[in-house]
């Protein structure tokens, strides 16, 4: 497993997605406690308008099938159902919006749910795991919203793919970001 990162900021700085995934996974008593840390993301009014589908083991296959069945062409159905397979735990991200609340809007809870699965994957990364946020046009399929016993109102976001990253040991560097196009101080000049 990589080396855990030893600080909040060194797990931000170092966290990339992982695109393939080994065994093994973390346990259901570690994923459970993450998950609960995670559930302390920003949310307003403590919604928490989420809920978690592990996938795993043979489930991995049969999401898959349902995959492939939901693609638009042969070719697209075999490399769909061949997506699961990419990591030992998917987590169906299922966004369980409370339509209608009188103080949170909808796109307020989508923001919480997308702050726990980021935090989630924080923890992850803090932890030697490794993850990626994967989504596409099968996250509308009404097939696969079947096959993971989504209602009317939830939205499938997409899946956690959770496992062991490489043992490369390099961090892609990213170029730094260019603060003042994206900070914009009021009444202050940029040497304050």
């Given at each position: 497993?990589?080396?855990?990162?030893?600080?909040?900021?060194?797990?931000?700085?170092?966290?990339?997605?992982?695109?393939?995934?080994?065994?093994?996974?973390?346990?259901?008593?570690?994923?459970?406690?993450?998950?609960?840390?995670?559930?302390?993301?920003?949310?307003?009014?403590?919604?928490?308008?989420?809920?978690?589908?592990?996938?795993?083991?043979?489930?991995?296959?049969?999401?898959?099938?349902?995959?492939?069945?939901?693609?638009?062409?042969?070719?697209?159905?075999?490399?769909?159902?061949?997506?699961?397979?990419?990591?030992?735990?998917?987590?169906?991200?299922?966004?369980?919006?409370?339509?209608?609340?009188?103080?949170?809007?909808?796109?307020?809870?989508?923001?919480?749910?997308?702050a726990?699965?980021?935090?989630?994957s924080?923890?992850?990364?803090?932890?030697?795991?490794?993850?990626?946020?994967?989504?596409?046009?099968?996250?509308?399929?009404?097939l696969?919203?079947?096959?993971?016993?989504?209602?009317?109102e939830?939205?499938?976001?997409?899946?956690?793919?959770?496992?062991?990253?490489?043992?490369?040991?390099?961090?892609?560097?990213?170029?730094?970001?260019?603060?003042?196009?994206?900070?914009?101080?009021?009444?202050?000049?940029?040497?304050?």
């Amino acid at each position: 497993m990589t080396p855990a990162p030893h600080s909040i900021l060194e797990a931000v700085l170092t966290r990339r997605s992982a695109a393939r995934l080994s065994e093994p996974a973390p346990g259901r008593d570690e994923l459970e406690r993450l998950v609960q840390a995670a559930a302390t993301a920003p949310d307003h009014g403590r919604l928490r308008p989420w809920r978690l589908i592990p996938v795993s083991g043979d489930e991995r296959g049969r999401l898959g099938d349902v995959l492939g069945e939901a693609a638009a062409s042969p070719e697209q159905a075999r490399r769909a159902a061949a997506k699961p397979q990419r990591a030992p735990l998917l987590l169906s991200i299922v966004h369980c919006p409370e339509p209608d609340h009188p103080k949170v809007p909808e796109w307020e809870q989508l923001a919480a749910t997308t702050a726990m699965v980021t935090t989630l994957s924080l923890l992850l990364h803090s932890r030697g795991w490794g993850s990626i946020w994967r989504t596409g046009a099968a996250v509308e399929s009404p097939l696969v919203r079947k096959h993971l016993g989504l209602a009317d109102e939830e939205r499938l976001l997409g899946w956690l793919y959770i496992g062991t990253p490489p043992q490369t040991g390099i961090v892609r560097e990213r170029p730094p970001l260019d603060l003042r196009t994206k900070i914009s101080w009021a009444h202050a000049s940029a040497d304050q």
